[in-house]
Nanobody, 116 residues
């Protein structure tokens, strides 16, 4: 059974940085298909970063130049490095298959709060 567990969130001041981790356990068809999403209350879940079918890394316009997705295959972990954080980055962040998530893979997410 596949399980994705997010961690690394927290409270950070505007302009600060955080690195989120997503540990993938179980057998997954394509490890490189894991991307990052975020959700704020009252809004739909947003795809933040993922690898396209063509192999390109795609970022939401709102995070381009500030966020970087990477992965450590040996550790079965996908990271999201977030720099120059803004209050509008405040959200619960999730990892899942991207761009088409799998319902059973949604975890608890990790909360990021950007506030002074």
């Amino acid at each position: 059974q596949v399980q994705l567990v997010e961690s690394g969130g927290g409270l950070v001041q505007p302009g600060g940085s955080l690195r989120l981790s997503c540990v993938v356990s179980g057998s997954i068809f394509n490890f490189y298909a894991i991307g990052w999403y975020r959700q704020t209350p009252g809004k739909q879940r947003e795809l933040v970063a993922h690898r396209t079918f063509g192999g390109w890394i795609n970022y939401a316009d709102s995070v381009k130049g500030r966020f970087t997705i990477s992965r450590d295959v040996a550790k079965n972990t996908v990271y999201l490095q977030m720099n120059s954080l803004k209050p509008e980055d405040t959200a619960v962040y999730y990892c899942n298959k991207a761009p088409e998530p799998t319902m059973d893979y949604w975890g608890q997410g990790t909360r990021v709060t950007v506030s002074s």
